[in-house]
């Protein structure tokens, strides 16, 4: 049998240079609650994205709710039903009313063109996901948002990296996420961040990630304890030292991808956005069934019996689970393009250390059907 191949494997330090990290923070006694390495993380992180004010987190999901806590958004939120379910549970979390509006097939992003349609006076925000990593319509959304002034919330989960024209894609919005799961282009086992534009917004968010604590004995605001520990942020700081490195090797996996399926018929790949530094997060490929002559699920279990595990992210969509279905923008009639993209979408491995020998028993497989 094949070696197993998953959609992704993550992104590991070198154990032996980890130790020394970890016997630092023996030493110091110190493993949470604002630690030198999570200080230390935040300010090489603010570098390398090219922002000014970044506050870590434990997780991606957690920075989501707690800018809209801190943003204080109320009533509807417009978002995308074609994520993960995280993006629309921190508007549940809130008390907010997800909006779905359907999204763009060439990007697989929040149509700016359907958004304005959706804004009722309940609207106080637009959460859009930079899906793939692939940038939204940045320019577009900011200006529905500010004729309806409404706020901007980038999950910007995928995008570790991505800078458009040399500016990071971090720097639009009111705030944008990140998520550093062990899945991701670059990750701290579980961690995220929230990146907010002054820092006097940061010094709230460091609050309210801290049950809302200013000091010893005044709290602020209900906060939550979402605070990155020392091991993790000592971690990352290792992992950052090779992110530029494995996104070069996921560069290399994308194009023998590219190269490799752009002639097959009924297979649809995402162009490459132009003027990017894309990251290369995930290679979704989309299957028209009568074209291809195979389901994109009968593609995806006969990879399978190969020992290569694609993942069908983003299906089922949000807007089909039992908390979302019953709202009126979660109809498939409302949301028709990702319906139907949901149905097509197959996400094939990519990480760094997959091998180019892999990619094209992948491709072949593919191929043969
Ligand atoms: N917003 C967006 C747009 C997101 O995509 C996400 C997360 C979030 C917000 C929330 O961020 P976090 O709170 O998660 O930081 C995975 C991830 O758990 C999730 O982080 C990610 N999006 C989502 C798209 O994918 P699953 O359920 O598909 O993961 P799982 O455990 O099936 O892993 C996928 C594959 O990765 C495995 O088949 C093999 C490989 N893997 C995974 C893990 C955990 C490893 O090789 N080693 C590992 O330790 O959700």
Not at 174 to 194: C, P, R
Not at 280 to 308: C, H, V
């Amino acid at each position: 049998m094949n070696k197993k191949i998953t959609v992704t494997l993550p992104l590991l330090p070198d154990l032996q240079e980890f130790i020394p990290y970890l016997e630092d923070i023996w030493d110091r006694k110190w493993v949470t609650n604002n630690g030198f390495y999570h200080k230390e993380l935040e300010k090489k992180l603010a570098e390398y994205l090219g922002v000014e004010y970044i506050s870590l987190f434990t997780n991606g999901t957690l920075p989501l709710i707690t800018a809209l806590q801190a943003l204080e958004i109320k009533g509807e939120v417009i978002t995308t039903p074609y994520s993960f379910v995280a993006t629309t549970h921190s508007l549940l979390w809130n008390g907010i009313k997800p909006v779905f509006v359907d999204i763009d097939p060439k990007t697989c992003n929040l149509d700016p063109e359907k958004i304005e349609a959706a804004i009722t006076p309940a609207t106080t925000a637009i959460m859009p996901v930079h899906c793939y990593g692939i940038p939204c319509d940045v320019e577009k959304i900011q200006a529905i948002a500010e004729k309806h002034n409404l706020k901007v919330i980038y999950d910007a989960a995928h995008t570790f990296g991505v800078k458009i024209g040399g500016k990071s894609i971090l720097e639009y919005g009111d705030m944008a996420t990140l998520s550093f799961h062990a899945t991701k282009v670059y990750n701290t086992l579980e961690g995220g961040a929230l990146v907010v534009r002054s820092a006097e917004m940061k010094q709230k968010i460091d609050f309210l990630k801290n049950f809302g604590f200013a000091g010893e004995t005044t709290v602020l605001a209900p906060g939550i304890n979402s605070k990155m520990d020392e091991v993790r942020a000592a971690y990352g700081l290792l992992n950052l030292k090779q992110v530029d490195k494995a996104i070069e090797a996921r560069k290399v996996v994308s194009d023998l991808y590219r190269e490799g399926l752009k002639d097959v018929k009924g297979i649809r790949i995402l162009a490459e956005p132009q003027g990017v530094r894309n990251n290369y997060s995930y290679f979704p490929i989309f299957i028209d069934e009568k074209e291809f002559g195979m389901s994109r699920d009968a593609l995806y279990f006969k990879l399978q019996e190969d020992n290569i595990f694609g993942r069908r992210y983003f299906y089922p969509l949000i807007s089909t689970f039992s908390m979302y279905k019953d709202l009126e923008s979660a109809r498939p009639e409302n949301i028709p393009v990702a319906t139907r993209i949901a149905e097509e979408v197959l996400c094939l491995p990519i990480y760094y250390g997959l091998e180019n020998q892999e990619v094209e028993r992948i491709i072949d497989l593919i191929k043969k059907r």
